[in-house]
């Protein structure tokens, strides 16, 4: 009987593969030689799917930002609206090992966006989702009463955008810091009722 592929998995397998090459070499490590050595795949095999580099880099930051995104999505069923706002907020930052190799490997793979215009349009549609988030959240908590009427809502979102990117960045530098982040965001938050 013959054995069936889980093509899911298999790309799964692949983009892992790419992040560890990512994270522990840098990207110039990442061929597809190497990749398929990593991912324990027959270089022919990998090259059906991935024909180039590129495709692989590519495929690799598409996986880190639907796995955010299916992250993001699963606080949607949370009935109350500031809880649902904290959980959406923090899957992107990184305050475990899973977000954290996500986001490493995002901001090595947009820096190498010059290269590759295919990494900088998917870098830009990140940015501008989490935007949206950012605009959706300020507008559920007003909506629930937690925004203060005299806020501008644009502007709210932008400074929480700015906040959670920044927030981010400092969870990244030290995983000792993880607790003041989200204990900052939670201040912020609670100061839009103000």
Known sequence: ??????????????????????LREGVGAVSLRSVAAEAD???????HS????????????????????ARVARHGTEPDPRRR???ALHELLPL??????????????????????ELTELSDAAHDAIA?????????LRAAGLVA?????????????????????????DAGRRAGVVRALGEHLDALAD
Not at 11 to 18: Q, T
Not at 132 to 140: I, M, R, T
């Open 41 to 47: 795949l027959v270089l022919g095999s990998l090259r």
């Open 149 to 173: 009427e005299r806020r501008d809502l644009d502007r709210e979102a932008l400074t929480l955008h700015a906040l959670v990117d920044g927030l981010a960045l400092h969870a990244m530098q």
């Open 1 to 22: 009987m013959p054995r069936t592929i889980d093509h899911e998995a298999r790309r799964a397998r692949i983009g892992e593969a790419v992040w560890r090459l990512v």
């Open 132 to 140: 949206g988030l950012c605009l959706s959240c300020v507008h559920e």
């Open 85 to 87: 706002v904290d959980g």
């Open 50 to 69: 991935f024909p180039t580099k590129a495709e692989l880099l590519a495929f690799a930051m598409s996986l880190a930002h639907e796995r955010a995104a």
């Open 96 to 117: 475990d090992d899973e977000r954290t190799v996500e986001m490493r490997v995002h901001l090595a793979l947009m820096a190498e966006g010059p290269r590759h215009t």
